[in-house]
Each structure stands twice: as structure tokens, then as C-alpha cells.
């Protein structure tokens, strides 16, 4: 009895919101069986309302998307503004900060050893190493709003929009407005997806424009949704190349199977489809392939190889073997690529480990997209798979899971090119389930009535976890989980500094022992601009080389490692 009373505690301070959920869908079932019909009256006049409003369809999207924008807005002071927690998150907003500098890169900095950090590409130029179209909405944010995280907002809305109209091609108009009002909330309002640096919501976007010009090519070849087509397929090659790759190769082989079976008329669909979207293709190509010699100096070499190929031994692939070890200028740097992401690496090439690490990902899936609330329509899988109308989205959906499955590293954002064809998947479900019926009562239709409502009831539960001090595991797995709470000493300690007169040098100091996930070494795009720079401690001649070149700004020791973080003045360095 002990150990099942630890096993429920454990599962309440992991994941209180899945057993939250869990409690309403026992509810909703035994309420389905008892009094299936319950609320029927209130419940038909509202599906009417709601169905008639889903059909003035351009109305339904723009809704949505303003739903999650203005919502979110309103969620500021429960939910403010979140800090950076992460290697991924810093490298993402160094290269919005680039863009709005009015730059593609920035020239390598003479101390760039003393700069160096995960992520981060300092030779031949100084850039995020990752792809940009997160970035520059965070630029675009930084510049129109004043902060990055108002490009992040602005993206998260518009996927909402864009997830809703994608639907709108597929399923009828009242169902594709619920899964763009589920998304707000389960995603638009509360996932990390709106809540961090990550990204997610760019890649998503480009994989809805793709998914939702699929079948309006099929019905109508008209150029305008070629080129919709295209303008997702340029935004996954900038957010999630390679499931972005799979996903749009699954759409292609889509309409070539649709073309052989259908046969349309040839020159149309060359003059209306291959044609504008081809030009789009090359254009991307060409400006992509412009970027890559800015950065690398090679048109054919992305920031994010040469970055590997540069710090990293261990490969994105299961079938790939690992490089031999660089040289590393820091331990820290040694101890995140090597003791970490190696040695996890390593565990996953045994046939067990990659079976383990091929299960957790459709695991990861399900605590992000779906949880217990969104598995009931899963129920109805089987009679999914056999629906002629969706059936070209699992031709997509085959080919892009080959983008899943081979690489041995996985996060629930790398679906975010799919998220559209997930939510058709689950939306198709619910209007199984809702036909299903017991012994002649229709239980199936509580059910589906139910989904969204405790959909609804969650938001409140959420609002209130942190005034209740509800535990909430933090991290990129859980639709409910809190963003990474953010390096908060970190944070504190920049805005301490930023209030002090004159120009800072901060040189941080590690123990042998210091945690590689909790760096403070990140900088903006001009280093020489700033007012805290943020430096390695390297040997003495370094860091004196360090310090002449900064000569005029205060000199700081962050020993990061002390509890609390203790920032003294540099030994043997004049402050002002």
C-alpha cells in the first residue's frame, strides 16, 4: 500500500496536469454511460452557433489566430514575458539580434576563444549555427516591439491561423475550427512553443501551408496555392530541414500519385503548379545558398555542419559513426560534447538502446500533442486508417516519418512540420468517436462533446499552478509543462549590472564540477557594443590579453558556481 501511495505521489508532482486530466475523462466516461444525453439541448444550440460561424471560413482562421494573440496578451501577468534558459534558446536570440543589426552574420571577434559556447559558430564568422526563420520573427519582434519574444508571440498566432485554414482543406469547417481553437489553448497560449526561444511554431507553420495547399492543388491547380506550397516549403528548410525535407518529399509524392491516378490536364498543372512553385524552389536556393557563404564562406555548407563538424563528435544519425575528438579551449565545452552528448550517443547504438530510443519518441509525441484528454479520439485510429479522406495525409505521413526515425535525437518541436496532419488525424478521430454508440444510447457523442470542454476546464487549473504551487516539470515534452524557468541568477545578475554606470567585462569562473546545462557565457551580435560582455576564464596571459583589449570597462570575476553566484572584482585588474 506504501509503494502505491509513493507511486501516485510521484505521479501528481511529475505530472499533475495529465492526472487532472485523467480525473475529468473518468467523469466524462461514467457521465456518458449514465446520462449520455446530458446538457443535449445547451449542447445542440451551441454546435449550431458554432458550426454557422465556422463556415464563413476566412472569419474562423483570422478568429483563431487573434484568439491566441490577444489571449496570450492578457496572460502577461500570470505568465510574463519568459527569461532564456538554454543553449538553444541564447543561440536562437544571438541571431535575432544579428538580423536586427541589420546583418546576416557578424565578423569573428579577435577574443572569440574567451566567447566560445554550445551552438554558437565564431570562426570564419560569429553566428548562431542554427537555421533562421525562428530568428528573424525574433528580430522582427525585437525591432517593430522592442523584444524578441514578441516574434515568438506573433509566430505561435499565426500558426494557430495557419493550422486552422490547413484543416479547412481537409474536414469540414466546423471541425478544422476546433482543432485551430484546441491548438490556441493547448499550444498557442501555453506550450513552450509560445513560452520560450525554441522555436516550433515557424517549423509548424511551414508544414500547415504545405499540408493545407496539398488538397487545394488537387481540387483546384491554381498558382496561388503552388506558391503557398512553396513559401511553407522555404520556411521548413529554415526551421526543420530534415523532417522538413520528408514532409515536403511526402507532399510531392502525394500529387505525383494523385497525378497518374487522376490524370489531369498535363500543361495545366506545368503552367499552374510545377512551374511557380519550382521558381520559388530556386529562389530559396539561391538565397539560401547566398546565407551559407556569408556565414561558412561555402554556399553548399550550413552554419549548423560546420558548427558540428567543428565542436561535436557525436552524429544526428543512428546509421552514422562518430568523429574523432577536437580539440576544445575549454573544459566546460569538452564536458557538454563529449560526457554528455557522446555518452548519450553511445547508449543508444546497442540494438536495445536504439529500440528504447526509437519508442520514446512517439512517447514524446503523445505527452505533447495528445496527453490523456486528446488519447480518446486516438481510440478511433482503426477507423481512421480506412477514411478515403485523409488518405492522401498518411501517404505524408509515412514518408515523413522516415524524418523521426532516423535521427537519434528527438524533441517534440521536431514534429512541428507534421502538426497539422496530427491534428487532422485526431479531429477525423473525434468524429468517429462521436458516432459510437452503446447499446443504442449515444455515449460516443458525450464523449467528443467532452474533449473540448475539459480542454477549456484545464485552463484555469493551469493559470493557477503557480500561485498554488502546483509542481510542473519543466522542459520541451509536455503540452503543460512550464517553459525552462531560465538561468534566473543569470538574469538577475545582467539587469544588476545593466543599472550600474559605464561599460562591463564579466569573467566567468567555473569548478571542475559545474553543471554544463547552466552556462552564463552568451553575448549579443556586436560584442564590442555592449555594455556587459560576457568572458571565459582562460590562463593568465589570456586573460590579460582579454582584459587590454576591453581596457575601460569594469572587470568582474563571476564565480558561477558559489551558492548564491559571487561577482567581485577581478584580481589585479583597476576598476573604475
Known amino acids: 500500500m506504501g509503494a502505491l501511495q509513493t507511486a501516485i505521489r510521484e505521479l501528481i508532482n511529475h505530472y ?24 443535449e439541448h445547451w449542447f445542440r444550440a451551441a454546435e449550431f452557433r458554432f458550426t454557422k460561424f465556422a463556415r464563413r471560413r476566412v472569419l474562423a482562421f483570422v478568429a483563431v489566430g487573434m484568439l491566441a494573440l490577444v489571449g496570450r496578451v492578457a496572460l502577461l501577468p500570470l505568465i510574463p514575458i519568459p527569461e532564456p534558459g538554454t543553449h538553444d534558446e541564447f543561440a536562437y536570440l544571438l541571431a535575432a539580434d544579428t538580423f536586427a543589426s541589420g546583418r546576416l552574420t557578424n565578423p569573428a571577434h579577435p577574443m572569440w576563444m574567451h566567447f566560445e559556447s554550445m551552438h554558437i559558430l565564431q570562426q570564419p564568422t560569429y553566428t548562431s549555427m542554427y537555421p533562421i526563420a525562428s530568428s528573424v520573427m525574433m528580430a522582427l519582434g525585437k525591432v517593430v516591439f522592442g523584444h524578441p519574444w514578441w516574434g515568438v508571440w506573433l509566430s505561435a498566432g499565426i500558426f494557430c491561423a495557419a493550422l486552422c485554414w490547413m484543416l479547412q482543406g481537409w474536414l469540414p469547417p466546423q471541425w478544422a475550427l476546433l482543432g485551430g481553437l484546441i491548438a490556441v489553448i493547448r499550444i498557442g497560449w501555453f506550450s513552450f512553443w509560445m513560452n520560450s526561444y525554441m522555436g516550433g511554431a515557424l517549423a509548424g507553420i511551414g508544414g500547415v501551408l504545405v499540408l493545407g495547399a496539398l488538397p487545394r492543388i488537387m481540387r483546384s491547380r491554381r498558382a496561388r496555392d503552388a506558391v503557398i506550397m512553396g513559401i511553407g516549403i522555404i520556411i521548413l528548410a529554415n526551421s526543420r530541414p530534415n523532417e522538413g525535407f520528408f ?66 563528435t557525436a552524429p544526428l544519425f543512428f546509421f552514422q559513426t562518430p568523429t574523432p575528438e577536437p580539440h576544445y579551449n575549454h573544459a566546460v565545452l569538452r564536458d557538454f560534447y563529449q560526457n554528455w552528448e557522446e555518452a548519450l550517443y553511445e547508449k543508444t547504438m546497442s540494438p536495445k538502446g536504439v529500440l528504447i530510443r526509437t519508442l520514446g519518441k512517439p512517447l514524446t509525441l503523445w505527452m505533447f500533442y495528445f496527453g490523456p484528454v486528446l488519447t480518446l479520439p486516438l481510440l478511433m485510429l482503426p ?27 528527438f524533441n517534440s518541436h521536431y514534429a512541428a512540420p507534421v502538426t497539422g496532419l496530427i491534428y487532422a488525424f485526431m479531429l477525423q478521430g ?36 503557480r500561485p498554488l504551487h502546483v509542481p510542473m516539470q519543466t522542459g520541451w515534452r509536455m503540452t503543460w509543462s512550464q517553459s525552462a524557468p531560465g538561468l534566473h541568477d543569470r538574469a538577475v545578475m545582467q539587469r544588476r549590472l545593466e543599472e550600474l554606470p559605464g561599460k562591463h567585462l564579466v569573467i566567468v569562473r567555473y569548478k571542475p564540477d559545474h553543471d554544463y546545462h547552466t552556462e552564463w557565457v552568451y553575448n549579443g551580435a556586436k560584442i564590442d557594443e555592449s555594455k556587459i560582455v560576457w568572458a571565459r576564464e582562460m590562463d ?20 558561477a558556481d558559489e551558492k548564491p553566484p559571487k561577482l567581485s572584482a577581478y584580481p589585479g585588474a583597476a576598476m573604475k
Open 540 to 559: 593568465a596571459k589570456h586573460n590579460r590579453e582579454l582584459m587590454n583589449y576591453f581596457v575601460g570597462r569594469v572587470m568582474w570575476l563571476l564565480e
Open 247 to 312: 514532409t515536403a518529399v511526402g507532399a510531392f509524392v502525394a500529387l505525383a500519385i494523385w497525378c497518374v491516378r487522376s490524370r489531369p490536364n498535363f500543361s495545366e498543372v506545368v503552367r499552374k503548379v510545377a512551374l511557380p512553385l519550382g521558381l520559388v524552389l530556386v529562389a530559396m536556393c539561391l538565397a539560401m545558398g547566398f546565407y551559407f557563404k556569408r556565414v561558412t564562406g561555402n554556399p553548399f555548407l550550413m552554419p549548423y555542419k560546420l558548427q558540428r563538424s567543428t565542436y561535436a
Open 383 to 409: 477507423w481512421v486508417l480506412r477514411d478515403k479522406r485523409l488518405r492522401w495525409l498518411w501517404i505524408v505521413g509515412a514518408v515523413a516519418s522516415i524524418g523521426f526515425l532516423a535521427p537519434a535525437w
Open 16 to 39: 499533475p496536469f495529465f492526472v487532472i486530466e485523467s480525473v475529468f475523462i473518468l467523469i466524462a466516461v461514467v457521465l456518458a454511460f449514465a446520462r449520455p444525453r446530458f446538457g
Open 430 to 465: 473525434l468524429r468517429h468517436l462521436r458516432r459510437c454508440r452503446w447499446k443504442g444510447r449515444p455515449t460516443g457523442m458525450m464523449l467528443a462533446r467532452a474533449v473540448p470542454v475539459i480542454c477549456i476546464m484545464i485552463v484555469p487549473f493551469r493559470l493557477l499552478a
